[in-house]
C-alpha cells in the first residue's frame, strides 16, 4: 500500500470523493458535481457532527477511497454505542489492490477507539461482490434493510 494514508476529508477533496460515488451504475444515476452547493452543505453538517467520520485514503497525494462512518448511541443492547459503514467507495483504478479492506479497517478500528459494541453497514442488494467482500472481513448478513424514500 506504499504511502497510504486515510484521513479527515476536506473541502478540497469533495470533487474526488463525489467523482468516486457516481463512478458505479448506481451512483451515476444520483451523483453529479455540475452543482457542487448540496455537497458543499453536507460536508458542513458532517464536519459539525463529532460522530460523523468521513475519511478518504490518500496515496501520493490523490484520493483513492472514501467512507463515512457514524457513531450512534443507543439503549438497546444495554445502551450499547454502535457504529454504521456508509458510502465505502474505492477508485475504479485502486479496486483489488486490498485498499477496500484497509478502510475496513481503519473503521472498524475507530469504532472500537469510540467503544462501540457493534459495527453494521448495509450495501445494496445489485452489489453482490460487496456482499462477498464484507463476508470476507466477517459481516453477517444478518438483517433485510427497508428505506422510505422522502
Same mark, same amino acid.
Given at each position: 500500500? &506504499?504511502?497510504? +494514508?486515510?484521513?479527515?476529508?476536506? %473541502? +478540497?477533496?469533495?470533487?474526488?470523493?463525489? !467523482?468516486?460515488?457516481?463512478? @458505479?451504475?448506481?451512483?451515476?444515476?444520483?451523483?453529479?458535481? @455540475?452543482?457542487? %452547493?448540496? *455537497?458543499?452543505?453536507?460536508? +458542513?453538517?458532517? %464536519?459539525?457532527?463529532?460522530?460523523? #467520520?468521513?475519511?478518504?485514503?490518500?496515496?501520493? &497525494?490523490?484520493?483513492?477511497?472514501?467512507?463515512?462512518?457514524?457513531?450512534?448511541?443507543?439503549?438497546?443492547?444495554?445502551?450499547? %454505542?454502535?457504529?454504521?459503514?456508509?458510502?465505502?467507495?474505492? #477508485?475504479? !483504478?485502486?479496486?483489488?489492490? &486490498?485498499? &477496500?479492506?484497509?478502510?475496513? =479497517?481503519?473503521?472498524?478500528? =475507530?469504532?472500537?477507539?469510540?467503544?462501540?459494541?457493534?459495527?453494521?453497514?448495509?450495501? @445494496?442488494?445489485?452489489?453482490? @461482490?460487496? #456482499?462477498?467482500? *464484507?463476508?470476507?472481513?466477517?459481516?453477517?448478513?444478518? #438483517?433485510?434493510?427497508?428505506?422510505? +424514500?422522502?
Amino acid at each position: 500500500m &506504499g504511502d497510504l +494514508e486515510i484521513r479527515p476529508a476536506v %473541502t +478540497e477533496d469533495i470533487p474526488a470523493i463525489v !467523482d468516486m460515488l457516481a463512478d @458505479d451504475p448506481l451512483g451515476a444515476q444520483r451523483e453529479s458535481l @455540475d452543482d457542487p %452547493t448540496p *455537497y458543499l452543505a453536507a460536508f +458542513e453538517r458532517l %464536519t459539525a457532527d463529532p460522530n460523523q #467520520h468521513l475519511v478518504v485514503a490518500v496515496r501520493e &497525494g490523490r484520493v483513492i477511497g472514501t467512507l463515512q462512518l457514524t457513531v450512534i448511541p443507543g439503549l438497546s443492547r444495554r445502551g450499547a %454505542t454502535r457504529s454504521i459503514i456508509e458510502a465505502v467507495r474505492i #477508485h475504479s !483504478d485502486e479496486r483489488g489492490s &486490498g485498499l &477496500g479492506t484497509r478502510l475496513i =479497517e481503519w473503521a472498524i478500528d =475507530e469504532s472500537r477507539r469510540q467503544n462501540c459494541q457493534l459495527v453494521q453497514l448495509t450495501s @445494496d442488494k445489485s452489489r453482490t @461482490d460487496a #456482499h462477498r467482500f *464484507y463476508e470476507r472481513l466477517g459481516f453477517a448478513s444478518s #438483517h433485510m434493510g427497508f428505506k422510505l +424514500e422522502l
